[in-house]
T-cell receptor, first 116, second 115 residues
Framework: AQKITQTQPGMFVQEKEAVTLDCTYD???????LFWYKQPSSGEMIFLIY??????QNATEGRYSLNFQKARKSANLVISASQLGDSAMYFCAMREGGAGSYQLTFGKGTKLSVIP | EAQVTQNPRYLITVTGKKLTVTCSQNMNHEYMSWYRQDPGLGLRQIYYSMNVEVTDKGDVPEGYKVSRKEKRNFPLILESPSPNQTSLYFC??????????????FGDGTRLSIL
């Protein structure tokens, strides 16, 4: 079974609108972390936001917020007020295991296109 | 500037010709890792290292070697490249800490084409 599932291969959003990118995960470990990365067409991987499994509040970073629903094992990324520069691939990733585990498992990504 | 530097950025080569992709980080991170990215598959980990002289296999290690002789450098070696190793490769690093919230910092990627 896939550990990280991103069900939307591609999405379109109108400029200035909000958009939600879905991510569900599968782990039996009670302690884990969830990350979102952005990959623009230039190719680099840019860290956006982090959510820990024990965090009581949903993470926010500027226009990015994470809708964390632990019981549903989902960690959806919400981008508010979309901009043309938000057009990119977005990857959800998970780090699980004990304190010695640093491996990131990535989903297959969602390609977001922002329409003027 | 804190960064992970990969070289080369682009390489076209032929089957069987040994190549090395270098990776260097200036953040004094203990953890370093190599990923490959293929269309529709996301990023998959090839090898990782928790510290100098400590390396371990990731999910897709076949056909690759790594070494960690110095903390800052983590080269990826393809002894006998084959066309199925044509891919976009990323090196990443992060500090080791009990808190799991340290993101991995990625290099800009190396696009390899094996003919």
């Amino acid at each position: 079974a896939q550990k990280i599932t991103q069900t939307q291969p591609g999405m379109f959003v109108q400029e200035k609108e909000a958009v939600t990118l879905d991510c569900t995960y599968d782990t039996s470990d009670p302690s884990y972390g969830l990350f979102w990365y952005k990959q623009p067409s230039s190719g680099e991987m840019i860290f956006l936001i982090y959510q820990g499994s024990y965090d009581q509040q949903n993470a926010t970073e500027g226009r990015y917020s994470l809708n964390f629903q632990k019981a549903r094992k989902s960690a959806n990324l919400v981008i508010s007020a979309s901009q043309l520069g938000d057009s990119a691939m977005y990857f959800c990733a998970m780090r699980e295991g004990g304190a010695g585990s640093y491996q990131l498992t990535f989903g297959k990504g969602t390609k977001l296109s922002v329409i003027p | 500037e804190a960064q992970v530097t990969q070289n080369p950025r682009y390489l076209i080569t032929v089957t069987g010709k040994k190549l090395t992709v270098t990776c260097s980080q200036n953040m004094n991170h203990e953890y370093m890792s190599w990923y490959r990215q293929d269309p529709g598959l996301g990023l998959r980990q090839i090898y990782y290292s928790m510290n100098v002289e400590v390396t371990d296999k990731g999910d897709v290690p076949e056909g690759y070697k790594v070494s960690r002789k110095e903390k800052r450098n983590f080269p990826l070696i393809l002894e006998s490249p084959s066309p199925n190793q044509t891919s976009l490769y990323f090196c990443a690093s992060s500090p080791l800490s009990p808190n799991r919230n340290q993101p991995q910092h990625f290099g800009d990627g190396t696009r390899l084409s094996i003919l």
